[in-house]
């Protein structure tokens, strides 16, 4: 399995940006899907998350502002970035708890979102 990550890229404080992450590979059903996100000199920080049955959770800096959103007839995630900010650029990571043969945690390769001011 493997997690391809897109969307990222450069957008002025206020601007909107969505990001997608699309799965491929043998997959019979996904359990949760996330997105992190690692800013320069900072750790990793859970940014979003939707599980299997619709509820979804949101990082306190982003609430209100972004949104996640599954397909799962498609195996892809998004995530729509609104009214963003410098302090939002980082390198945004998706994350898949998913079945395959086992159950198994996935990483995409992550996708830049800077954001001028």
């Known amino acids: 399995v493997q997690l391809q990550a897109s969307g990222g890229g450069l957008v002025q404080a206020g601007g909107s940006l969505r990001l997608s992450c699309a799965a491929s590979?043998?997959?019979?059903?996904?359990?949760?899907w996330a997105w992190y996100r690692q800013a320069p000199g900072k750790q990793r920080e859970l940014v979003a998350s939707?599980?299997?049955?619709?509820?979804?959770t949101y990082g306190d800096s982003v609430k209100g502002r972004f949104t996640i959103s599954g397909d799962n007839a498609k195996n892809a995630v998004y995530l729509q970035m609104n009214s963003l900010k410098p302090e939002d650029i980082a390198v945004y990571y998706c994350?898949?708890?998913?079945?395959?043969?086992?159950?198994?945690?996935?990483w995409g390769q992550g996708t830049l979102v800077t954001v001028s001011s």
């Open positions: 590979g043998v997959i019979r059903s996904i359990n949760a």
């Open positions: 939707a599980i299997s049955g619709g509820r979804t």
């Open positions: 994350n898949a708890d998913l079945n395959t043969f086992v159950r198994k945690e996935y």
